[in-house]
């Protein structure tokens, strides 16, 4: 298996993707209250598991 010490060059990458995945997130739940249909599904309580790790490293803005 190949290795690479260097992660840097990810860094862009994964930082546009992020931010695409968050746009979507926010976009869907703008418009409805459910990530998945009309009530509470698995989807939902796996995305709050997602939402509370990114919070947990700094990733989400915070609107007062």
């Known amino acids: 298996m190949e290795t690479c010490d260097d992660s840097s ?3 862009g990458y994964i930082a ?3 931010q ?3 746009s979507y997130i926010e976009n869907t739940l703008s ?4 990530f998945a249909g ?8 796996m995305l709050t598991i997602v939402l509370e790790i990114a919070e947990n490293l700094g990733l ?3 609107e007062k």
């Open 31 to 34: 418009k409805r209250s459910y």
């Open 16 to 18: 546009k993707e992020i």
């Open 38 to 45: 009309d009530c509470l599904s698995a989807a939902d309580i």
């Open 9 to 11: 060059s990810l860094d």
């Open 60 to 62: 989400l803005k915070v």
């Open 20 to 22: 695409l995945d968050f």
